[in-house]
Structure formats: structure tokens, C-alpha cells
């Protein structure tokens, strides 16, 4: 007798973009998945996709932090989801799991690969943002690499996003003077109202970085710490800012990642101000931490489940939407954490 079956849809990645990534670099297919399971297998469907910048990064040509994504694959990524078949005793049938599924409905996981998740502690999706990659990314990029002390100015570029919206929040508890900047007036509200931040900057408000760094040198007064989730010319603004042993924690670069990877438009003008500082710059990835997961935990789950951490999620509804969810990135449209639900 043949063990039933689902029916899966999966987003294979067949095409290097090279500007903007889109649907046109993706093709959705249909396949049975069999149900039928060796021991500690679990089948997981998925009901929240995370969708991040690191993507976009791994769809260059040369390789980066790692080697490209393959071409012709489901397309890789975190994904929370509900067992629906398990032949493990540490999952039954309904525990919600956080996996690196991918972008698909179902996914055929060992035990090993998956997370079991508490409804009751946190929402399950924070399990891909403030409790999970990005969350971590925000407390050790800048509690270790920015090393922030009470009185400090920390500045964060990309502050009204996943990363950056958390780091705020985390300087603030330190004791730092923060600063973000972010573009539009509605996400500087956002930071001031909702974030409590000291100050935010509107970088599409300033045609030149040498009017933006001026704004942001009113706003802050000097930079101690800068927390970068965004390169191009709002760095080139900040890097004449910083004080003597200035930290510089270069998390991302998003202004490049449409093709500017492969073919870098800016040059180091930056390298005088970090000799006449004395200043450091060190860049961090969230997987250089993984192992320490458990502590990142321990110290920001009780703020989430106190109320004490805004953990702002954008969710986009349909799972057909997955690939223009990815471009719609870098257009800035969302706020925090960007998902999509199934």
C-alpha cells in the first residue's frame, strides 16, 4: 500500500539576477511529496517565510561570506511551520518548528534540523526576527563589536529594519544617545514615537552626503559607535562624524546588494578617518553566532514577553508573493521584520 502524499509547491531559483531580483528569476512547481517516513524524519508545513537581505547577497556572482546560491534549487531561507507528520519522539503532530526549509509548503526535515517552538513564550514568528537571525545578529554585532558604554552616541543606519530596529532598542538599554537614521518621515516617527529614540534622520530628505552629514552631525553631535546596515553614501556621510576610538560594526550593505557587489561603486574614502580616529571597524555576521543562541535568548525573551521590545513585523499574505517580496527590500517599503505567510 503507498504511503500518502502532499501536494508541495516549491520557488526554485533559476536565474543570476543582475540588478533587482524579481518573480522573472524564479520558477514556482508543483511536486508530490511522500508522507512516508524513516526514523526521525518529521514533515513540516510552513506558515511564515522569512525573507532577508542576505538573499540578495548570495545571488552575486563571486563569492562573499560564501560560495553563490546554486541555480536550479529551492530557494534557501528560515521558515516557521507546524509538524504534520513525525516519526520522532521529540515532535508530535501541531508543535510549531522553526527550520531552514526554504521556500516551500512542506519540507521532509530530520529531527536534528528543526527547533520546537512554545506558542506560550513568544509569538511563533519571532522565531524569525527578534528571537531568531536578526535578533542576534543586533545583540552580539553590537553589544561584542560595538562594545557601547553608558553616555555613548550610537548612530544605526537601516534603523527602522529588522536588525536595525533591534540595536536601537538594545543601545538605548545600554545607555548610549541613539540615533537612527531611516528614509521616509514616517519611519522617523516611528523611531522617535515608538522606538524612543534620541534623534532620527531622514536620508532621503538630502540629495548629497555632505547635507546629510551635516544633518546628522546636528542630530548627534559626534558618533561613537555607528552600527551599519546600509554602505553607500549615508556611510559616507557618518564616517567623518566619528570620535576618537570610534567602533564601527559593518552588519550590512544594502545599498549595493542590486548587482553593486559584483561591481563596486565606491572607494575607500573612509580609511583617513579611521587613522585619524584611531577608530576600528569590524564586520559581523549572525553566523558567527549561533552557538550562542541560547544566551542572546536568556537575555531578550523576558524583555519580548514583558512588553519591553518593540518587534515591529511587516507580513505579506500568499506564498506566490515570495519572490517580489524579496525585491521589495530594496525599495524600503517594509517596517521591521519582513515575512511572508502562506
Same mark, same amino acid.
Given at each position: 500500500?503507498?504511503a500518502p502524499s502532499f501536494v508541495n509547491r516549491q520557488w526554485f531559483y533559476v536565474k543570476r539576477p543582475e540588478g533587482r531580483v524579481g518573480p522573472e528569476h524564479y520558477e514556482l512547481r508543483e511536486s508530490q511529496l511522500s508522507a512516508a517516513l524513516?526514523?526521525?524524519?518529521? #514533515? ?10 542576505? @538573499? $540578495? ?23 516557521? &511551520? ?8 521529540? =515532535? ?36 524569525? &526576527?527578534?528571537?531568531? @537571525?536578526?535578533?542576534? %545578529?543586533?545583540?552580539? +554585532?553590537?553589544?561584542?563589536?560595538? $562594545? ?12 527602522? +529594519? ?7 532598542? =538594545?543601545? *538605548?538599554?545600554?545607555?548610549? *544617545? ?8 514616517? *519611519? ?15 536620508? *532621503?530628505?538630502? %540629495? ?7 544633518? #546628522? ?14 554602505? &553607500? ?5 557618518? #564616517? ?13 550593505? #544594502? ?18 578617518? @579611521? ?17 550562542? @543562541? ?12 514583558? &512588553? ?5 513585523? %511587516? ?16 525599495e524600503g517599503g517594509n517596517l521591521g521584520k519582513l515575512l511572508v505567510r502562506a
Open positions: 500500500m503507498n524513516a526514523h526521525n524524519e518529521v #514533515i513540516v508545513q510552513a506558515h511564515y517565510f522569512s525573507v532577508d537581505p542576505y @538573499m $540578495r547577497i548570495q545571488q552575486h556572482q563571486r563569492d562573499t561570506y560564501d560560495v553563490p546560491h546554486p541555480l536550479d534549487i529551492v530557494q534557501q531561507g528560515g521558515v516557521v &511551520g507546524r509538524v504534520v507528520a513525525s516519526a520522532s519522539e521529540r =515532535f508530535a503532530e501541531g508543535d510549531w518548528v522553526y527550520g531552514y526549509n526554504g521556500w516551500q509548503l512542506y519540507a521532509k526535515c530530520h529531527a536534528n534540523e528543526l527547533t520546537k517552538l512554545d506558542p506560550e513564550q513568544a509569538p511563533v514568528t519571532t522565531a524569525l &526576527g527578534v528571537l531568531g @537571525m536578526p535578533g542576534r %545578529t543586533a545583540w552580539f +554585532g553590537l553589544m561584542e563589536a560595538g $562594545r557601547p558604554r553608558p553616555g555613548d552616541t550610537l548612530v544605526v543606519s537601516g534603523a527602522a +529594519g529588522a536588525v536595525g530596529s533591534l540595536v536601537a532598542q =538594545f543601545g *538605548k538599554r545600554a545607555g548610549c *544617545k541613539v540615533v537612527g537614521i531611516a528614509g521616509g518621515a514616517d *519611519k522617523c516617527r516611528f523611531l522617535t514615537e515608538r522606538l524612543g529614540l534620541d534623534a532620527a534622520v531622514d536620508y *532621503k530628505a538630502f %540629495t548629497d552626503a555632505e547635507s546629510l552629514a551635516a544633518e #546628522i552631525q546636528r542630530a548627534s553631535g559626534g558618533v561613537d559607535v555607528y552600527f551599519d546596515n546600509v554602505g &553607500g553614501r549615508v556611510t559616507d556621510a557618518v #564616517i567623518p562624524l566619528i570620535k576618537r576610538r570610534a567602533r564601527i560594526v559593518i552588519c550590512g550593505a #544594502i545599498s549595493q546588494y542590486d548587482g553593486g557587489l559584483d561591481t563596486p561603486d565606491l572607494a575607500p574614502r573612509f580609511l583617513q578617518h @579611521m587613522l585619524f580616529q584611531r577608530a576600528t571597524i569590524q564586520g559581523i555576521l549572525a553566523r558567527d553566532f549561533v552557538h550562542r @543562541m541560547p544566551e542572546m535568548v536568556s537575555q531578550v525573551a523576558p524583555w519580548v514577553k514583558n &512588553g519591553e521590545i518593540v518587534f515591529e513585523e %511587516t507580513i505579506v499574505d500568499g506564498f506566490e508573493q515570495l519572490p517580489a517580496a524579496l525585491g521589495s527590500l530594496f
